[in-house]
């Protein structure tokens, strides 16, 4: 339809030109979009600040961050000025793309410009710092928020990313103590959160369980205190499914799981021996770029060997070493004492054990 108008020299208006360029970038076609706006243009049509913050998104969104800031400085340069949702889709994008430094330069640059920082600003960058383990500016931005005229706006996002890049870095007690401080100012979520942890310290996951859907039906975002806590408690418990479940929500929430928390999942799998799920599980997260290690590995080899399955197990064994993760004693015993019990080590068309050690 589109076509049709710029064949009869009709120029659809913004809006609808705006919907088109916002499917291509939905489905990828980034370049498409941009072609679609430069012909608008060339045919004498104004673009405005959401048009060219559509194409930005899209661009942001196929990780290509700097052909955003490049649109960016076409929209001043044709008299279009950028707004805040400009700069927030630029640095969302580049908090994503790990380029922290130019996410960082960005944010300055509003204070510059004349822009002023919104929620979303500074919940964007506080994510973004945290996330990469950089809590120390993370929690300067918390502070540069908490002084402006918005401040959180009642929202607990940020103060959560606080408390992830805290439990990133096995800084679990400051995690906690952060979290306990937050009661005056968000007394039913912290309020739930500890009567979660201490259900679940007793044992009593489905208590733990009915105060977290409670939490969630008046609308609360856990931390990731609690995500942990859960599926722990749900793997260790044989509710694994429910455990894959609650860390899917987790990641929906933007708090991408930590390595102790997949490996409680795949350690349930494995003491109900159920491999194939716990491999496709690791298929999962490896697919997300979680950073698997020995303790990933040490339940699936185990059981693997017990099963008498040793050549997968040996499959997994050199997986691991090949990504560079060093084996520790649990992996060595379960893997030595089965081939051992096999014979395996005269079998010239199998791994040469004594080598690798």
Request: aromatic share 10%; hydrophobic share 40%; proline share 3%.
């Amino acid at each position: 339809m589109l076509e049709k108008s710029f064949a009869m020299d009709f120029v659809p208006d913004i809006v609808s030109v705006t919907k088109v360029v916002e499917g291509l970038c939905k489905a990828g076609r980034v370049t498409e979009a941009a072609e679609v706006l430069d012909r608008v243009e060339c045919m004498g049509a104004s673009l405005d600040v959401v048009a060219y913050n559509t194409l930005i998104k899209g661009f942001c969104g196929v990780g290509k961050v700097k052909v955003g800031i490049h649109f960016l400085k076409q929209m001043e340069s044709r008299g279009s000025l950028p707004n805040v949702d400009t700069y927030n889709i630029l640095i969302s994008g580049f908090c994503y793309s790990g380029m922290l430094d130019l996410a960082l330069d960005l944010f300055n640059d509003m204070k510059t410009d004349g822009i002023r920082w919104n929620f979303a600003t500074f919940d964007t960058i506080i994510r973004g710092l945290c996330s990469k383990g950089r809590i120390d500016e993370g929690f300067s931005i918390l502070e540069l928020m908490e002084e402006s005229k918005e401040g959180s706006g009642g929202h607990i996002s940020p103060y959560n990313s606080i408390i992830y890049g805290l439990f990133k870095q096995n800084r679990f007690d400051e995690a906690v103590e952060f979290l306990t401080k937050l009661g005056k100012m968000f007394p039913r979520a912290v309020d739930r959160s500890m009567t979660i942890f201490e259900h679940c310290k007793q044992g009593s996951i489905d208590d733990a369980k009915r105060v977290y859907d409670q939490m969630i039906d008046e609308g609360g975002v856990p931390s990731i205190l609690v995500y942990d806590c859960l599926v722990h408690r749900l793997s260790e418990n044989s509710c694994v499914r429910e455990a894959v479940e609650l860390m899917n929500e987790m990641i929906a929430n933007n708090c991408f799981p930590v390595p102790s928390t997949f490996n409680a999942i795949i350690a349930g799998f494995c003491r109900q021996e159920k491999v194939e799920s716990a491999l496709k599980f690791m298929e999962d997260i490896t697919a997300r770029e979680c950073e698997t290690n020995a303790e990933t590995y040490g339940p699936l080899i185990n059981v693997t060997c017990k099963k008498g399955d040793l050549q997968k197990a040996l499959q997994l064994f050199l997986e691991m070493v090949e990504k560079g993760i060093i084996p520790n004693y649990f992996i060595w015993n379960s893997l030595l004492l089965n081939l051992s019990q096999e014979n395996y080590f005269k079998n010239k068309n199998m791994i040469n054990i004594h080598d690798l050690l």
